[in-house]
């Protein structure tokens, strides 16, 4: 892996990256949508604006196309299957499918999504994208360019990340998904039940409460990767109750970067914090990353307050939270969160 200027950096670096046709689910795209009433319940047209430019969607779409991270999760948990989806090499199955994923197009008993080609940090597959006849092209999260979006807007209506690439919150992606297709008011009730699961797991390990933590990730030589606070794991752990430990901010040097910033090996040891929270694809690469011993000095390794997520399912899952892999995900991530934080006390 490389440093993460795109999420799949995370993929192929750390992480993270279809086309089909039917949605079908038992209940098509529009059935709920056409009960709704106004206020984005269902009315069409809808325009949606993004720091690309804005998508105006004349009719409830029934051909969805996803790209980016994750869309395809807030789509599915709406009952729609999409048409067409990225691949996922790292931390999908040997389709590029999410466990979660499938788990929920099964359930829904829909055509398996077209499988989009390329990976998260590469430009969009257009001709596959074309033969997909997509009716909307949701992207809210992803690394998306200008001239990426021009050219997407020519195929179908695009929504694009309302602010910066590879920056949008889970919530968000809930929101912005669930208008585009007409399911307002299904999508609060998703984000609700989704941000009530998190408190109530936040309220049950009060250990977490005011707990500090430093998020990095050891995907370039001799140097971490350190993400951001408007990063979405980063946020996931605010919203457990942790705090970004003061450090992060004091060894970043131009906070107005991405959603990453780098610090290196010997600086290691500049680094304050409760707990120390990185993500690795194996246990090699974890094995390998504290067999440094610039590694193996710092504090928070030394005295257990080192909480590594391993596997690239479980790194995707907690690295791009959503309305899926949250449930997924952290009955497993909180209770390692919650050792390291005992051994900080």
């Given at each position: 892996?490389?440093?993460?200027?795109?999420?799949?950096?995370?993929?192929?670096?750390?992480?993270?990256?279809?086309?089909?046709?039917?949605?079908?689910?038992?209940?098509?795209?529009?059935?709920?949508?056409?009960?709704?009433?106004?206020?984005?319940?269902?009315?069409?047209?809808?325009?949606?604006?993004?720091?690309?430019?804005?998508?105006?969607?004349?009719?409830?779409?029934?051909?969805?196309?996803?790209?980016?991270?994750?869309?395809?999760?807030?789509?599915?948990?709406?009952?729609?299957?999409?048409?067409?989806?990225?691949?996922?090499?790292?931390?999908?199955?040997?389709?590029?499918?999410?466990?979660?994923?499938?788990?929920?197009?099964?359930?829904?008993?829909?055509?398996?999504?077209?499988?989009?080609?390329?990976?998260?940090?590469?430009a969009p597959p257009l001709e596959e994208i074309v033969e997909a006849r997509p009716d909307v092209i949701l992207a809210p999260n992803s690394g998306l360019?200008?001239?990426?979006?021009?050219?997407?807007?020519?195929?179908?209506?695009?929504?694009?990340?309302?602010?910066?690439?590879?920056?949008?919150?889970?919530?968000?992606?809930?929101?912005?998904?669930?208008?585009?297709?007409?399911?307002?008011?299904?999508?609060?009730?998703?984000?609700?039940?989704?941000?009530?699961?998190?408190?109530?797991?936040?309220?049950?390990?009060?250990?977490?409460?005011?707990?500090?933590?430093?998020?990095?990730?050891?995907?370039?030589?001799?140097?971490?990767?350190?993400?951001?606070e408007y990063d979405p794991r980063v946020e996931m752990l605010v919203d457990l109750g942790m705090e970004p430990g003061a450090s992060v901010s004091e060894?970043?040097?131009?906070?107005?970067?991405?959603?990453?910033?780098?610090?290196?090996?010997?600086?290691?040891?500049?680094?304050?914090?409760?707990?120390?929270?990185?993500?690795?694809?194996?246990?090699?690469?974890?094995?390998?990353?504290?067999?440094?011993?610039?590694?193996?000095?710092?504090?928070?390794?030394?005295?257990?307050r080192f909480a590594p997520i391993v596997g690239e399912d479980f790194v995707m899952a907690s690295s791009a939270p959503t309305v899926l892999s949250i449930?997924?995900?952290?009955?497993?991530?909180?209770?390692?969160?919650?050792?390291?934080?005992?051994?900080?006390?």
């Amino acid at each position: 892996m490389t440093a993460l200027s795109r999420p799949v950096q995370i993929t192929a670096a750390a992480l993270v990256g279809a086309a089909l046709l039917t949605a079908c689910s038992g209940t098509g795209p529009g059935d709920d949508a056409q009960a709704g009433g106004d206020g984005g319940d269902g009315t069409f047209p809808v325009t949606i604006d993004s720091a690309l430019g804005e998508a105006v969607i004349a009719e409830e779409p029934e051909r969805v196309v996803t790209w980016g991270w994750s869309a395809q999760d807030v789509v599915l948990a709406l009952d729609v299957v999409p048409v067409a989806m990225p691949r996922n090499d790292y931390g999908g199955d040997e389709n590029g499918v999410f466990e979660w994923d499938a788990d929920k197009i099964e359930e829904l008993g829909g055509e398996q999504p077209t499988i989009l080609s390329g990976a998260h940090a590469d430009a969009p597959p257009l001709e596959e994208i074309v033969e997909a006849r997509p009716d909307v092209i949701l992207a809210p999260n992803s690394g998306l360019t200008q001239e990426d979006f021009d050219r997407l807007q020519e195929i179908a209506p695009t929504v694009a990340y309302p602010d910066q690439p590879w920056a949008t919150t889970w919530q968000e992606q809930v929101d912005i998904v669930g208008r585009a297709l007409g399911r307002e008011d299904e999508a609060a009730a998703l984000l609700e039940d989704t941000q009530a699961q998190v408190e109530a797991l936040a309220g049950e390990n009060p250990e977490l409460e005011g707990t500090t933590f430093f998020y990095a990730a050891a995907n370039e030589a001799d140097v971490l990767n350190v993400y951001r606070e408007y990063d979405p794991r980063v946020e996931m752990l605010v919203d457990l109750g942790m705090e970004p430990g003061a450090s992060v901010s004091e060894l970043d040097s131009d906070p107005d970067d991405s959603f990453f910033f780098q610090v290196s090996y010997e600086n290691l040891q500049e680094i304050e914090t409760d707990v120390l929270v990185m993500y690795f694809a194996d246990e090699a690469s974890l094995e390998e990353f504290t067999s440094d011993p610039l590694v193996a000095a710092m504090p928070a390794v030394q005295e257990g307050r080192f909480a590594p997520i391993v596997g690239e399912d479980f790194v995707m899952a907690s690295s791009a939270p959503t309305v899926l892999s949250i449930p997924w995900m952290l009955d497993r991530y909180v209770p390692e969160l919650v050792a390291a934080a005992e051994n900080a006390e």
